[in-house]
């Protein structure tokens, strides 16, 4: 790999980190082991081609182009932390995989209940998930800064927001939005 390929894999992977919270190949090598996968089936129960889950991971791809695509990681990590705490049996969690892979997306916003946990209510985390899905869906975390940085001084509270949820970590936005809860 040339210098050039070198640092476009390097940018790549830190806009996964400000978009996704982490670089997609550690994300998907997380999932992988943590439910038992494959490659081939970690692309097939997102729906994406084994050569772009490939580019996702190595970086020479940066973005998920498919929301519902993020959606579906989203429901993975959430049910490898169920079965990391024994609340999912694997049997469970092949079932729960099938679901996964047909699910066309959806939002816990809205009253679909595809992307709900099983208890029926939205966790903070999941939520703060899809506010950042959808910012992130609609511009590149560069961008919504330049936004925020032109609203601060007359709406520092809608620059914050922009700025936490729209380029930030996935951990300070749970935190603002349980700060900002009640």
Same mark, same amino acid.
């Given at each position: 790999m040339d210098a050039v390929q070198? =640092?476009?894999t390097a940018r790549?992977?830190?806009l996964q980190r400000s978009w996704?919270? =982490?670089?997609?190949?550690?994300?998907?090598?997380?999932? +992988?082991d943590d439910l038992g996968l494959n490659q081939a089936r970690l692309a097939a129960v997102l729906g994406l081609s084994a050569p772009m889950?490939?580019?996702? #991971?190595?970086?020479?791809?940066?973005? +998920?182009g498919n929301p519902a695509v993020v959606q579906r990681v989203q429901a993975l990590q959430d049910l490898a932390g169920q079965v990391a705490d024994g609340s999912v049996s694997a049997a469970e969690a092949?079932? &729960? #995989?099938d679901e996964i892979k047909k699910?066309?997306?959806?939002? !816990?916003? %809205? *009253?679909s209940g595809q992307t709900q946990i099983s208890s029926g209510a939205p966790t903070v985390k999941r939520v703060v998930r899809e506010i950042q899905s959808l910012l992130r869906s609609v511009s590149a975390a560069g961008d919504i800064i330049d936004a925020a940085d032109t609203?601060?001084? %007359?709406?520092? @509270?809608?620059? @914050?927001?922009? &700025? !936490?949820?729209?380029?930030?970590?996935?951990?300070?936005?749970?935190?603002?939005? =349980?700060?900002?809860? *009640?």
């Open positions: 070198q =640092e476009a790549a992977r830190e996704y919270g =982490e670089p997609l190949g550690a994300l998907f090598r997380r999932l +992988i889950l490939s580019q996702l #991971m190595s970086g020479q791809r940066a973005k +998920i092949t079932d &729960r #995989m699910t066309q997306g959806g939002s !816990v916003l %809205s *009253n609203l601060a001084a %007359s709406h520092p @509270e809608l620059a @914050e927001f922009l &700025r !936490v949820y729209g380029a930030g970590r996935t951990a300070d936005a749970v935190a603002h939005y =349980e700060a900002h809860q *009640n």
